[in-house]
């Protein structure tokens, strides 16, 4: 594989993390009431969308990025919680389609895992 | 001193003046509207990528989807050189993820333009070509050359 297309296989796993960023906070501010719920469905499919992608991001044993190598070494445990991610974000999402906020708002907390995978998976921000 | 009492060489100097500020107030104003051009420019780059990659991930990935996003792209590699004017770099009350270093590492950025214009157009040839594997390849090799340049000249986000 080519230096190229290593960083590139970082590279989406960033662009994918930076889009349940994006997608989080909003839905975070339709779950608090601070944005409309029109796009409630919008929302929850694209994190579901992105959850389905992340596990074969990772696949790839390329390290890189913010990855800490435990993404490998324990890829059992890792893929297990992306496995999770995807299965929990798709009932979201249904909920989502369905414009059920209070279910939605209901799941979030046990759907999107951030912190948790975060903690024990993700290195520290590089220094500018 | 109303204007009637102004003699005629004060008076021509006054509409120099004028003048002089109204011509230089679209230059005052075009730093703010190339930064606009470039955000717009990347974020519709951005998006374009998403719509190849996602297109790539589908089951049964559609030639007209790739094709559509490949040709966003190079558009995109091909105005991307004129995103960058001198003067439209970060400065204080001005929002861009832009390093100064752009302009002052000029030959090694367009270097890394230059790349990114390049795998473009190795993107576009595999996408003719048709067959995935290889147009995934090049996908993920043009994103190695996005991420190469935002390795050194762009603000990390998160």
């Known amino acids: 594989m080519s230096k190229a297309e290593a960083d590139g296989i970082i590279f989406e796993r960033q662009n994918l993390m930076l889009q349940f960023d994006k997608d989080a906070e909003l839905l975070g501010e339709i779950a608090a009431g601070l944005k409309p719920k029109d796009k409630l469905a919008e929302v929850t499919a694209s994190i579901a969308e992105t959850a389905a992608a992340s596990k074969g991001a990772f696949e790839p044993r390329v390290p890189g990025g913010r990855a800490k190598p435990e993404v490998w070494s324990n890829w059992a445990d890792y893929s297990r919680r992306l496995d999770d991610l995807e299965k929990n974000t798709k009932q979201l999402a249904e909920f989502g389609a369905k414009g059920d906020l209070t279910s939605v708002t209901n799941m979030l907390g046990g759907a999107l895992q951030c912190k948790e995978c975060h903690d024990v998976y993700r290195g520290p921000k590089k220094p500018a | ?156 986000k998160n």
Not at chain 2, 66 to 79: N, P, W
Request: glycine residues 10%; proline residues 7%.
């Open chain 2, 1 to 156: 001193m109303t204007i009637d009492r102004l003699k005629p060489a004060k008076l021509r100097a006054l509409a120099v003046i004028v003048f002089a500020g109204i011509a230089a107030a679209p230059l005052l104003a075009a730093p703010a509207d190339q930064i606009r051009t470039r955000i717009d420019g990347y974020r519709d780059l951005g998006a374009a990528f998403k719509t190849l990659n996602d297109g790539l991930r589908a089951p049964s990935p559609q030639p007209a989807v790739l094709r559509a996003a490949t040709q966003r792209i190079r558009a995109a590699a091909s105005h991307q050189y004129g995103w960058y004017p001198a003067g439209s770099g970060p400065r204080p009350g001005v929002k861009t993820a832009a390093k100064p270093e752009i302009w002052t590492q000029g030959p090694r950025f367009r270097q890394l333009q230059d790349g990114f214009a390049a795998q473009a157009g190795a993107l576009e040839r595999a996408v003719g070509g048709g067959n995935v594997a290889a147009i995934r390849t090049a996908a993920r090799s043009l994103g190695g050359s996005c991420k190469a340049c935002h390795d050194q000249f762009r603000v990390e």
